[in-house]
């Protein structure tokens, strides 16, 4: 089975460029979750999508930054204007059901902004 | 809310030595419980649940007790290996639909 799909595992760019992480959650799940990890702040939940649809996204740093779920096998995290601050480690999860059942994460895209 | 506060780490160890990682929560309702394993570069990965009370949940020689009373879930293992070596997150979740991470400790494990 294939697990979450993240891309791209790393990303550089410079500040101020548009940012876009994609994850492609496992199949035939109807939960998807966006997490920031860094070193000071630790795991952070960003926003989280039930059937596409986005029910919780009060972790959302700022208005720079933007979620989408077009389709049941897709998502994207937006930054625009990036920051240096956005730099972390993020994170695509899915889940089946709610949350007494586990989530499946992906490895990670590896941002730095310069 | 819920919360759930995790050993502060790092915590090291000699190989073969006994591990135990306390974790202890705060939920409304009938939590799940989680333990989730981090090695370096990955995501976090589940390592046991357990989903009411009084349930054990184990893998990989690791086990943990779903202890309503004392509301903890403590992550214990007889023998680690230095393979061992990673951060370990305890978690709930409720049927409200996302999960809440305890903030990781990071096992270091000594040859």
């Keep these: 089975d294939a697990g979450v799909i993240q891309s791209p595992r790393h990303e550089v760019t410079e500040m101020g460029q548009e940012v876009t992480l994609r994850c492609k959650p496992i199949s035939g799940h109807d939960y998807l979750f966006w997490y920031r990890q860094t070193m000071m702040r630790g795991l952070e939940l960003l926003i989280y999508f039930n059937n596409n649809v986005p029910i919780d996204d009060s972790g959302m740093p700022e208005d720079r930054f933007s979620a989408k779920m077009p389709n049941a096998s897709f998502s994207t995290l937006k930054i625009q204007p990036s920051e240096p601050r956005d730099s972390a480690v993020y994170f695509c999860a899915s889940s089946l059901g709610r949350g007494s059942q586990p989530q499946h994460f992906g490895d990670g895209t590896r941002l730095s902004i310069l | ?111």
Aim: proline share 4%; charged share 20%; hydrophobic share 30%.
């Design chain 2, 1 to 111: 809310g819920n919360s759930v506060t995790q050993m502060e780490g790092p915590v090291t160890l000699s190989e073969e030595a006994f591990l135990t990682i306390n974790c202890t929560y705060t939920a409304t309702g009938y939590p799940s419980l989680f333990w989730y394993v981090q090695y370096p570069g990955e995501g976090l990965q589940l390592l046991l649940k357990a989903t009411k009370a009084d349930d054990k949940g184990s893998n990989k020689g690791f086990e943990a007790t779903y202890r309503k009373e004392t509301t903890s879930f403590h992550l214990e293992k007889g023998s680690v290996q230095v393979s061992d070596s990673a951060v370990y997150f305890c978690a709930l979740g409720t049927n409200a639909g996302k999960s809440t991470f305890g903030d990781g400790t990071t096992l270091t494990v000594k040859p």
